[in-house]
């Protein structure tokens, strides 16, 4: 669960998934089944697909709820011609608070490398964006019991060149490509020990007050029946959730967990 400094952070990434129309539906459901404590306590936001973007932002804005929102991927450029992608400006005039940098099914899909993750991750920070960087490993490096080490050198590499200042702005997503909307959960100690390593790495390259100031989320196969052992690890501060976030009741219970934690 995450210290005194470091705010839980629920963010549901729904991938190329809901129109806008089931958008507004899911955003507004959301809302009313949280309470205004709850969505104090436990930071929620939601990451939807670019063409929902502007009905969010018109719900969100509107009805001023207290739920933040962002994108799923921006491009390393500013503007140009670069077709197809979205830029760090068209996404924070939206009102986007966050955007998802190197998700593994980016970095599978569309070949990006860390050098491509640490571009965006400037680019993001450079326009008032918080990305989440998600680092990760395959079942392959995770049977070779390689995971800890291959998480810190996708960590290092998106981070290469930050200062501890930017640092914290940004929020780490730890991911096993294998649990990812497979049902697999890693355990809650499979999640704080790469979480956990993630932390210490951040205290080498920078600082103990850095590291202490960065989230670390958990994500694959986050479901409100397993969210709450996850989140009562030291260094796990949030989750990024996929499937159960595109159902309002299920993401909502999610967003309760610091209920079903004893303190
Ligand atoms: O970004 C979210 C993750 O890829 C997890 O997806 P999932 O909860 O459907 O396993």
Redesign the pocket.
Same mark, same amino acid.
């Given at each position: 669960m995450a210290g005194p400094t470091r705010r839980p952070l629920m963010?549901?990434?729904w991938?190329m998934n809901l129109n806008h129309l089931e958008a507004n539906l899911l955003v507004q459901k959301l809302a009313a089944s949280l309470t205004e404590k709850q969505l104090t306590d436990v930071e929620v936001v939601v990451?939807p697909p670019y063409t929902d973007l502007r009905t969010v932002q018109t719900a969100v804005e509107g009805d001023k709820l207290l739920i933040g929102y962002g994108a799923?991927d921006l491009s390393p450029h500013a503007s140009g011609a670069y077709t197809g992608d979205i830029s760090g400006p068209l996404l924070a005039k939206l009102g986007c608070t966050y955007v998802?940098v190197g998700?593994?099914?980016r970095r599978i899909h569309h070949h990006e490398s860390d050098a491509i993750c640490n571009a965006k991750v400037k680019a993001a920070l450079t326009h008032g964006l918080t990305p989440i960087l998600?680092v990760g490993e395959g079942l392959d490096v995770r049977e070779a019991g390689r995971h800890v080490s291959h998480c810190a050198v996708q960590l290092e590499g998106a981070l290469s060149g930050l200062t501890a200042e930017q640092v914290v702005k940004i929020v780490v997503?730890y991911?096993p490509v294998w649990?990812?909307?497979?049902?697999k959960?890693a355990t809650p100690e499979d999640a704080q020990e790469v979480c956990g390593s993630v932390r210490e790495r951040l205290v080498e390259l920078y600082d103990q007050d850095t590291a202490a100031q960065v989230r670390i989320l958990y +994500?694959? $196969?986050?479901?409100a029946s397993n969210v709450a052992a996850t989140m009562a690890q030291p260094d796990v501060d949030g989750?990024?959730?996929? +499937?159960? $976030?595109l159902d309002a009741e299920e993401f909502a219970q999610i967003c309760r967990f610091p209920e079903h934690i004893a303190r």
């Open positions: 963010a549901g990434n991938k990451l799923q998802v998700h593994s099914e998600c997503a991911e649990a990812i909307g497979t049902g959960t +994500g694959g $196969s986050v479901k989750g990024l959730v996929g +499937g159960a $976030s």
